[in-house]
C-alpha cells in the first residue's frame, strides 16, 4: 500500500493516553504543551496556573465545553514571576514566569536525544507553596529530516475566525470540536511535506509545527480537529501547537493586541533546527506572506520556499503577493500561491519539497478522538 494510506494499516505515534498528568498543590497546576527540540537545542512552553475554586478545569467532551466551563476559563490565571525548573537529556534550566504564568524553555542538550517524543520533567521551584510538577513532550525529528514545515492554521488549516473577534468568542467557549472541520486537502498536503520528495517508501520525517495567533484555549478542540481529520496521522503522530495569550478577563474580555507573537514563535523554532531549510506555510488573507518574506530577507539561506494558500480575492490583494514574489524570485526563494492544499501540494512537488503520493487522505473517524488530551 503506497502513498497516504499507510497511516490507516497502524495507529500513529500518540505522546500520552487522556490529559496530560498536572500534580498540583495549593492549587498550582503546571501545564505543558507540545514542543520541538534537536541536538542543538530545545523550544517548549508551559503555564503555571492558579487554579480557580473547584480544581483544575475539566476536560472537554468533545460536544463542547459545560456552561459553567466558561466562566472558570475567565477567571483561571497564571502565577506571574513563578520559578519551574526543567530537566532534559542532562541539562537544566530554571525559567522565570511572565505575566501571564507562561515559561519559555530554551536549552541545548548535553548529548544528542533520541529521536520521537522525549520527556521534559518540570517542577516549581518558586514560590514555595507546594511541589506542582509536570511531565512535558518534544519532539525530536531523525537524521533523516531535510526540511523543517512551519505552518499557520487560522484559514490555513482550519478555519478558526481570529480575524473576527466575536466569532472567535464563539468558537473559544462554545464550539466543540465537531463544529470545526480542517479545508479539504490539508492531510495530504502536511503528509507530503512531512514525507519529503523520498515519499513513503524513504520518508524523510520531516518535523512540521503549527503556530497560531488563536489562544491557548483552543490547544485541546485543535488537536481533536488535527487527529479526526486525518492531519495528525499525515504527520506522524500529535501536532506540535504554538498559540497565545490573549488577556482576557471580565475586565477586559478582548485579546490584547501582539502583532510579533508568530515571528518569535517561528524564530524560536528555526533556532531549534539550524540545520535545516524551512518552508513556510500561511494564507493570504492576514500578513502571512509579508511575515515569511522579512524572514526570508533577515535569515539568508534558511527559506526554501512559501507556500500561501490564497483566501482573498482582492485584485489589490493580489497585485501584492505578485509584487512580492517578484522580490522573492530575486532571493531565490518560490513563492507559490494556489487557491486550495492539492494545488499547493502538486507545487511543492514540482519543487522537489513533497512526496508525489497518490490516493486520498486517511480515512476520518465519524465520531471524536478516542482519547481527549486537555492541557487545561
Not at 501536532?239 to 517561528?266: D, F, N, T
Request: hydrophobic content about 40%.
Amino acid at each position: 500500500m503506497t502513498g497516504l494510506h499507510r497511516f490507516d494499516e497502524a495507529p500513529w505515534p500518540r505522546v500520552q493516553d487522556g490529559p496530560p498528568k498536572r500534580v498540583g498543590a495549593a492549587g498550582v497546576s503546571i501545564c505543558a504543551y507540545r514542543g520541538t527540540a534537536s541536538a542543538q537545542g530545545l523550544f517548549l512552553v508551559a503555564r503555571v496556573i492558579m487554579d480557580p475554586p473547584g480544581g483544575p478545569l475539566p476536560e472537554r467532551n468533545r460536544h463542547g465545553r459545560d456552561p459553567a466551563d466558561l466562566g472558570r476559563h475567565v477567571l483561571r490565571r497564571g502565577l506571574p514571576g513563578a520559578v519551574v525548573r526543567a530537566q532534559f537529556e542532562g541539562q537544566v534550566q530554571d525559567a522565570v514566569a511572565d505575566a501571564d504564568g507562561y515559561v519559555h524553555v530554551h536549552l541545548r542538550p548535553d548529548r544528542p536525544p533520541p529521536p520521537g517524543w522525549r520527556p521534559v520533567d518540570l517542577s516549581l521551584r518558586r514560590p514555595a507553596i507546594g511541589s506542582a510538577r509536570g511531565t512535558g513532550f518534544v519532539w525530536v525529528p531523525p537524521a533523516t529530516a531535510r526540511h523543517l514545515v512551519i505552518s499557520d492554521i487560522d484559514d490555513t488549516v482550519v478555519f478558526t475566525g481570529v480575524a473576527n473577534r466575536a466569532a472567535m468568542l464563539w468558537r473559544l467557549f462554545v464550539a466543540g470540536a465537531d463544529q470545526r472541520r480542517a479545508f479539504a486537502g490539508v492531510a495530504r498536503l502536511y503528509g507530503a511535506l512531512h514525507m519529503g520528495a523520498g515519499g513513503p517508501s524513504a520518508s524523510a520525517d520531516n518535523p512540521v509545527v503549527f503556530v497560531s495567533r488563536g489562544p491557548w484555549g483552543l490547544y485541546d478542540i485543535l488537536g481533536e480537529v488535527f487527529h479526526r481529520d486525518g492531519i495528525s496521522a499525515a504527520i506522524g503522530g500529535d501536532p506540535v501547537l504554538l498559540l497565545r495569550e490573549w488577556g482576557m478577563s471580565l475586565q477586559s474580555p478582548l485579546p490584547r493586541r501582539a502583532p510579533e507573537h508568530k515571528r518569535g514563535l517561528i524564530d524560536a523554532v528555526m533556532a531549534v533546527h539550524p540545520t535545516l531549510p524551512v518552508v513556510l506555510v500561511g494564507d493570504s488573507g492576514q500578513r502571512d506572506p509579508e511575515t515569511y518574506a522579512s524572514i526570508a530577507r533577515a535569515c539568508p539561506g534558511r527559506v526554501a520556499a512559501i507556500l500561501i494558500r490564497d483566501v482573498d480575492g482582492r485584485a489589490s490583494r493580489r497585485r501584492a503577493l505578485g509584487r512580492l514574489q517578484a522580490r522573492l524570485d530575486h532571493q531565490g526563494i518560490p513563492l507559490l500561491v494556489a487557491a486550495n492544499s492539492d494545488a499547493l501540494r502538486h507545487r511543492a512537488v514540482m519543487l522537489g519539497l513533497a512526496a508525489a503520493v497518490s490516493g486520498g487522505a486517511p480515512a476520518e473517524p465519524s465520531q471524536g478522538p478516542s482519547a481527549s488530551r486537555s492541557v487545561g
